[in-house]
Structure formats: structure tokens, C-alpha cells
């Protein structure tokens, strides 16, 4: 067998393993739910969180943790809707909390600047990086971007007096000091959070969005009407690396330091599978996603050297049962009667 020339990398094929391969009801831009209901529920629940929790450490830890892992698995959720298996959310995290400890530790300068320019660098990175790569598909791009996170991990090692090396940077300052110091860092991923999901929800009522669901279905097509295809899954995977920045920067301040293995290959991958459990079909299935996966392994903690084992069987089951993610369970409605046919 030859192996697959450059042509067979660009172009693609129907019988490539890649993201145009799940169900139809999957399609992450397809499905809307009610933002104003949507909207409402999930201030209400970050509004109850810490009246509930306040006073525990470890509960708002979780908490701080789960909302930023959503944020970070939001942008994967993206590159998914224009037919992407993206395995390198981890490196550009990773490159955020970087960009924030350098910038605080070097440059002094304060964290709500730093915040955004983290964000923003993230993105230029990943458009710049996004452009060649994305004509890539299927397993092609996947592997490569997976290498792009480990090529992450071994610039921050390699690094020099930039980085530090292995020592990585630790002591970083935080505004977020005192007794209310992670009510104060939960208010801000909280905020971050859902400004994300509005906008991912925004952009799929917009032409943009339909633009994303050509570009999934059919890219050739997509650009035979005229659609700049480049440009558009380029803005996609600037948008998610973006994403991936903020959510490090905040990583990186809440735990007020970076090390070159604060993110890896692992990370991007839960990343990918926080999506793949709360349903690619809708725009909340990173939080769905992340809420139970990083909460179900905190709980099996007690079974000790056994807690991985039973963690990755439940996730295989959930898997198997809802293929489609937790958000496509449905509650067993009560069928109405039949109603009366009219005969002449």
C-alpha cells in the first residue's frame, strides 16, 4: 500500500475518519437553544454557586476550575463546527498563561491588561499558525495539531531566562488576594464564560454561522460559491485559540504559576472529549461536558489506584448510551390521544 501523497493530505476524502463523519443531529451549529431561557438559568446558577459554597475553599476551587476549563473547551467547540478535530486547545492555553506570567513579571504590568493582550496574543498565534494548516483535514490535521502542543511544552522548557525552563515561573501576582480572593477570580471566569457561550450562540444566528455549517458539510462546494473558505476557518481557529489564552491566563493566575507541564497532550484531549460528552450539537455542551467529567473524577477520588479505571469505563458507557452527549438526553414525554379523523 503507498503511502498518502500531499494530494491526499489537502483534499478530502469520504472515507477519512474525520469531524463530517458524526450523525447529522451533531452538528454543532445546527441545534439553538433558547438563549434568553439558557441565559437566565445559567446567571441564576453562577449567582447561587458561591451563596451555597462561599465558605468552602475547596468547593470554590472546583468551581473556579470547572468554569474555566468550559471556557477553554468552548473554542474546540468551534473548530468542530467547521469540521475540525483540534487537539492543540492545551498549547495555547499553555501559550496564555505564559503570555501573563511574562508580561506581569517582566513588564509589571497589571493583570486587567494583561488579561485581554493574553487572549489577543493566542489568537494572532493561532491565525498565524491557522492559515497553512487548515487545509489539512481529518487525521492529517489532527496529528499535527496534537504536535503543536508538544512543541508548545518543549518551547516553554527550552526557553531560557524567558520561560525558566523546567523551573517554569512561580509568584505570580493576582489581584484576587484576601477572603474573597476566589469569589472575586470565580466572578471574572464566571463573567468570561458566559460572554463566550453568548457569543458562540450569537455567531451561529449569523451569516457567519451558516458560512461555519458550509464549511463542515463541504468546503469545495462552500468555495465554488464564491465563500472565502480560507478566511473563515482561519477567523474559526484564531477565535478558539483565543479562547484557549484566556482560559490559561486565568489558570495561571489562580494558581499563580506556570510550568511547561501545566498543559499537555492529556489536556488538549479532555478538552476534545469535555465536547464529544456534552454534545457537539449544542453550544453548551463544553460546560455540560466539563461539569461532569472533572466533577465525576473529583468524586471517584476514594477508590484510589482504582479511580481511573472505573472513571474511563463510565465515560466509554456514557459514550455508548448517548453518543450525541448528555445535552441530547430527553425527558420521556406523555403521549397525547390520538385525535379523531373526520370521514365524509
Known sequence: MNPPDARDAREPDARE???????PNASPLERRP???????????????VPLLIGRSSYAMSLAINVTLLALISSGVWLTFAIGRINIAQGGFALLGAYLTAVLETRFALPFWLVL?????????VGAL?????????????????????????????????LTHGASGIPNLPTPFTGENGYLGLYAVSVTLLLGGVLVLHRLTLTPIGGVFRALQQDEHLAS????????????????????????????????QSVYPTSFTVTD???????????????????????????LGFQALSGLGAYQSLIYAALMIAAMMV??????????????????????P
Open 17 to 23: 475518519p474525520d469531524a463530517r463523519a458524526l450523525p
Open 34 to 48: 433558547n438563549i434568553l431561557g439558557v441565559g437566565v438559568g445559567l446567571v441564576l446558577v453562577a449567582v447561587l
Open 116 to 124: 485581554p493582550l493574553s487572549g489577543l496574543g493566542a489568537a494572532l
Open 129 to 161: 499558525i491557522g492559515w497553512p494548516i487548515l487545509r489539512l483535514r481529518g487525521v492529517y490535521f489532527s496529528m499535527l495539531t496534537l504536535s503543536l502542543t508538544e512543541a508548545a511544552r518543549l518551547a516553554a522548557l527550552n526557553g531560557g531566562d
Open 224 to 255: 465554488s460559491l464564491g465563500i472565502p473558505v480560507a478566511r473563515y476557518r482561519t477567523l474559526a481557529f484564531a477565535l478558539c485559540c483565543g479562547f484557549g489564552g484566556l482560559g490559561g491566563s486565568l489558570f495561571a493566575v489562580f494558581l
Open 268 to 294: 488538549s484531549t479532555n478538552f476534545m472529549l469535555y465536547c464529544f460528552l456534552g454534545g457537539l450539537g449544542q453550544v453548551l455542551g463544553p460546560l455540560v461536558g466539563s461539569l461532569g467529567l472533572f
Open 322 to 343: 448517548l453518543p450525541n452527549g448528555l445535552l441530547s438526553l430527553r425527558l420521556p414525554r406523555r403521549r397525547d390521544a390520538p385525535a379523531l379523523e373526520a370521514h
